[in-house]
């Protein structure tokens, strides 16, 4: 029944929609004001016309009986000339008007009498657009100049992105993952010309298509600008908790205009690996890095019709040095060949654990169409394609050995289209209708032979070989299809807006993690003997029992949102602008298979022991319920003059979910996968992924269960903003920002199959519970890990910023910002699967029942973004133009937990157990070790580092927090060096540019300079030996840390964002335009 009235809502909607109107990410400007006389009175039926001088594309409009106008949906970039006209007045232009993404430029023109000396018309805005009156919450928008003086060696949009206050950037295995506001990277939206280009499935750090890959979702040449709104109160932006990040692609004009281009890197144009000993600065071994492009734009039909085409090929190669000297484990070189050898015999090649490179090949294609219909009506479609091909190297560490088969292989295709009409009825009446389909293809391999994946403890280090567990079966196909319309309705100093929005998604996800079996040994010599595995694991598939990729066991599932949205703009006089809004979304997903054994047998068992399922039983999925955002913004020009404007607003931000969180509840329900572990027998190694140890009876269900309680919410966020722009006597700007955000509801897990605690460590101030994860709740059948998802309200971030802003001034221009940012969740929600997020979280008095609220992982701490260029023209058709950005930040946050393998609290085979910070010597049992020394010399070492450490050494007798220690401030400048030769042939013009950028260019002036260090976000501090004779009484060593911090000795040496410098050579040829 529930069923068939939500289908019955979506037909309704659907009709609703094809009958009014559709809308999405910004993808245009505007350009209103006021006309009136030289006394200030209004002149009602005024025309305005605005023209886009390079493709002749007419907009306009006519002044209400107030004498306001305005013009939606424009072009943005420029020059416009602005046209203001009225029957007994002298006609007045405005030229060179620039429009950024999302500005409305305002123009109150004072006509005079046809008798009348001209005087002009009065204009208040400028090409940055810092002061508009559409801007209530904090954003940032890069044009195109700004996008050209950048040094940029990814091309990525991270590149970019920087440049907002609020926002982190991390470099990890897919890329640039980016935090806006203290929230996690995988609720940010992100559009491409207004249509939704996330990773809808939610696997991609950098949150967009492809992007597990690495690969951008579009090249930057057809990029024409970029907005990143972090706090945005017109509803009709919405899909995100952290911030939206806006695209618009270039389109066609009047006059042919194309460029051709080449980047190269090499290992001759990188710095040696950044350590003290000369003798120990190795150079990067030889790689290659290419670019190649192409784009060209122009007419079909003067002034009507438009075209643009980029074709872009990438072939990179990054090595990641190792040296095995770096190595803390306790295996020797020796022990390493004997182990390849004994690898050899089963006839696996392990690979090599040095200099394993990342490898991305990428083919980009995007062509576009744009067609003025005439003045009232304008239409865009562009379709983009993306495959990308990239082996995510393994790199080694300190503390792991990884050998290179141990890598994924990742192949990724991406179609998209999008589809924009905008209309304007009459002088009252607009409207713009967006559509857009993404489908992507993502296919996830092992590299090497197929093999187990085997895990070696050993020591401080830890041997990783085999195949990489989460690749052995996984496959996953994704296709969205979204509509979105906004009408817009002008009623004096009224803009009413009426939108909705339709977003409907399909999945078919192939997922069995450790399907070659996965074997975990306490040392190198128990898996050289031979010896049975200390933990062994395996999922696979209880509908065939395929191994691999061939399995039929694909989760496939449906699911989407319905928004409709209300507002209203109200123009309380010149000055004062008022946004109130109402917005309502509906999400809805297809419901799961339903279990009747584990529901009648399993949940009467998870209830006995005292946990609350509220509603969550396989079969019966998340219940759809409306969501609603009320919002409300304002600008105030307070002078007048826009010398001094405030600007703010309060509002609710609804996100949309990671899909691989709700399916989870589609693949693990009892019957999809099944699990084998070691408790039923001794799981000595077998090299045959398809002879593995464990005997799978089909009448006994496993694995793990995934399930949601019925009123199971989607992620939701409150956030309130004050800004004020003051614009100084030298033309700088001058902007103050803060941000306040309050989770409404964000995700917490509790599995339900782990006991009560069986009793309380001994022998020190440390008593935390402990537990038999052996003694599972659900004793019916063999489940793994029952993990039920809800909500929790429990979170909150805030950010202050200042921004001194430069505009550009005889060839010169830069900005400065310095912010400060903290977050706190209970919950990050940084993993893929549902277990995973309650593994992951740290622990003291159990994680099922000391869910706290600590700071989050995407705290940013201090952080200065500065960026400047100098662009100086000479001789005849010469130029130099010079780039630079600094960022100086804070590091990651990282908290201090046990190296315990699982076996302190018992609770869970992976924990997160933060440290107990002991008073004394008799506060902890530290025992003799051969390596760490006796149990004084460790003590005397460990007293020595609490004492050195800021944070550890004000919580004796206490337990340490998650997260509250920083790795080290880094200051890293990248340079951007362009020279220009320019010549006229024809009339047309012909430009040649040489570019050298420089990431880490301070570390190319000083080897010292530009470092980056790299501390686990769980940083084992102390070993667990074991318990004393009682068994509650805990045992442990230290074996010491490099001087006093952490981080000394972990020098962050991997990919671009490393401590060596890197650059790029560039060449580009570019014919027509600008």
Request: charged letters at 20%; hydrophobic letters at 35%.
């Amino acid at each position: 029944m529930k069923r068939q009235l939500l289908q019955l809502l979506l037909t309704g909607l659907m009709l609703l929609v094809i009958n009014v109107a559709y809308g999405q990410g910004t993808t245009t400007s505007s350009i209103n004001g006021r006309v009136t006389d030289v006394n200030g009175e209004t002149l009602p039926g005024a025309t305005v016309v605005a023209v886009h001088t390079p493709s002749g594309t007419r907009y306009g409009n006519i002044t209400s009986s107030d004498g306001y106008y305005r013009i939606p949906n424009m072009r943005v970039g420029g020059p416009y000339t602005v046209t203001v006209t009225f029957i007994g007045y002298k006609e007045f232009k405005q030229e060179n008007v620039f429009l950024t993404l999302g500005q409305a430029f305002k123009i109150n023109a004072k006509l005079t009498e046809s008798s009348v000396t001209l005087e002009g018309v009065e204009v208040v805005a400028e090409r940055g657009g810092v002061f508009d009156g559409n801007r209530t919450g904090s954003e940032t928008v890069v044009g195109i100049e700004q996008i050209n003086s950048t040094p940029t060696v990814a091309r990525a949009i991270g590149d970019f992105a920087r440049f907002t206050p609020q926002a982190t950037l991390d470099e990890g295995n897919d890329g640039f993952s980016i935090s806006i506001g203290g929230q996690n990277n995988r609720l940010n939206s992100i559009y491409i010309d207004g249509a939704i280009n996330n990773d809808i499935f939610g696997l991609a750090g950098s949150g967009t298509n492809g992007g597990q890959t690495g690969v951008s979702p579009i090249s930057i040449d057809a990029i024409e600008q970029f907005q990143i709104q972090v706090a945005p109160f017109d509803v009709r932006v919405s899909g995100f908790a952290g911030g939206a990040i806006n695209a618009v692609t270039r389109s066609g004009s009047n006059e042919i205009e194309g460029s051709a281009y080449y980047f190269f890197r090499n290992e001759g144009l990188a710095g040696r690996t950044p350590r003290d000993g000369e003798g120990t600065r190795e150079r990067l071994d030889d790689f290659s890095a290419e670019t190649y492009g192409v784009r060209v734009g122009g007419p079909i039909i003067k002034d009507k019709l438009f075209y643009f085409v980029n074709v872009e090929q990438q072939r990179d190669e990054t090595p990641q040095p190792f040296d095995f000297a770096d190595y803390d484990g306790d295996a020797t070189q020796a022990q390493i060949d004997q182990l390849v050898s004994k690898l050899n015999g089963y006839g696996y090649t392990p690979g090599t654990l040095s200099g394993n490179p990342v490898v991305l090949d990428s083919d980009k294609f995007t062509a576009k169409i744009d067609y003025n219909i005439n003045q009232n009506h304008k239409l865009s479609a562009r379709y983009s394609y993306v495959e990308a091909d990239n082996i995510e190297g393994v790199r080694s560490s300190n503390r792991t050995l990884n050998f290179y088969n141990r890598s994924e292989s990742f192949l990724s295709k991406t179609n998209s289209l999008s589809l924009e009409l905008s209309s304007s009825f009459g002088s009252n009446m607009s409207n713009k209708l967006t559509v857009g389909y993404i489908g992507v293809s993502d296919d996830r391999d092992a590299t090497g032979q197929d093999f187990p994946t085997v895990n070696i403890s050993d020591g401080q280090g830890s041997i990783r070989f085999g195949a990489e567990p989460f690749s052995s079966a996984n496959l996953l196909e994704t296709s969205g299809f979204t509509i979105n319309n906004n009408l817009e309705i002008y009623k004096g100093r009224h803009t009413f807006v009426v939108g909705l929005n339709a977003e409907f998604y399909s999945v078919e996800n192939l997922f069995i993690a450790q399907n070659f079996g996965q074997y975990s040994y306490n040392t190198l010599n128990d898996f050289l003997t031979d010896q049975p595995a200390t933990d062994y694991a395996r999922n696979f598939s209880n509908v065939d029992n395929i191994t691999g990729d061939g399995s039929a066991a694909a989760a496939i599932f449906n699911s989407g949102m319905i928004g409709a949205y209300v507002q209203d703009e109200f123009q309380v006089n010149d000055d004062l602008k008022l946004t109130l809004g109402l917005r309502m979304d509906l999400p809805y997903f297809d419901e799961t298979p339903t279990n009747s054994t584990f529901n009648t047998l399993a949940i009467p068992e998870i209830e006995a022991e005292g946990y609350d399922l509220q509603g969550a039983a396989v079969g019966n999925f998340i219940n759809s319920r409306a969501t609603f955002s009320p919002r409300f913004g304002f600008n105030w020009d307070v002078n007048g003059d826009r010398s001094l404007q405030l600007r703010g607003g309060a509002g609710v931000f609804t996100s949309r979910v990671p899909l691989v969180w709700p399916g989870g509840a589609y693949n693990n329900n009892g019957q999809n996968l099944g699990f084998v572990d070691e408790n039923d027998f001794d799981a000595i190694f077998r090299p045959d992924v398809n002879n593995q140890p464990g005997v799978i009876d089909p009448t006994v269900q496993s694995g793990n269960i995934d399930l949601f309680i019925e009123d199971f919410r989607v992620p939701q966020v409150a956030k309130f903003n004050l800004a004020a722009d003051k614009r100084l006597s030298n033309g700088w700007i001058f902007s103050l920002d803060a941000l306040w955000t309050k989770t409404i509801y964000a995700i917490s897990v509790q599995n339900v199959n782990v006991g009560q605690s069986v009793g309380n460590l001994t022998g020190t101030g440390d008593n935390r519970p402990i537990y038999n994860r052996r003694d599972e709740v659900v004793q019916s059948n063999n489940y793994g890990r029952i993990s039920v998802t809800g909500n929790t309200g429990r979170g909150y971030a805030y950010n202050f910023s200042g921004t001194l802003t430069m505009p550009m001034t005889n060839g010169f221009q830069g900005s400065i910002s310095y912010s400060y940012g903290d977050a706190f969740s209970v919950f990050d929600g940084t993993s893929s699967q549902n277990s995973s997020q309650w593994r992951g979280l740290h622990s003291i008095g159990g994680r099922n029942f000391d869910q706290q609220l600590r700071r989050s992982d995407f705290s940013q701490g201090h952080r200065v973004i500065a960026q400047a260029s100098y662009r100086f023209e000479y001789a005849k058709g010469f130029a130099t133009q010079i780039g630079l950005v600094y960022e100086g930040r804070s590091g990651s946050p990282f908290s201090y937990i046990y190296n315990d393998n699982g076996n302190l609290t018992s609770e869970d085979s992976r924990e997160r157990t933060l440290i107990y910070v002991p008073l004394n010597a008799s506060d902890i049992n530290l025992v003799d070790d051969a390596s760490a020394g006796t149990a004084g010399e460790q003590w005397a070492a460990l007293n020595s580092f609490i004492v050195n450490d800021p944070y550890l050494s004000t919580r004796r007798g206490q337990y340490a927090e998650r997260n509250r220690n920083r790795e080290p401030f880094t200051n890293i400048f990248d340079l951007r060096l362009l020279q220009e030769f320019e010549i006229n042939a024809g009339g047309k013009k012909h430009t040649l540019q040489l570019t050298a950028d420089i990431y880490n260019f301070g570390n190319l002036l000083n080897r010292d300079w530009g470092r980056r260090y790299f501390v686990p976000q769980n940083f084992q501090l102390l070993n667990f030996e074991g318990f004393q004779a009682d068994g509650t009484t805990p045992t442990f060593t230290f074996d010491g840390v490099d001087g006093n911090d952490p981080s000394d000795g972990n020098i962050d040496d991997s990919g671009l964002i490393s401590s060596r410098w890197q650059g790029q050579i560039g060449i580009r040829y570019t014919f027509g335009g600008n």
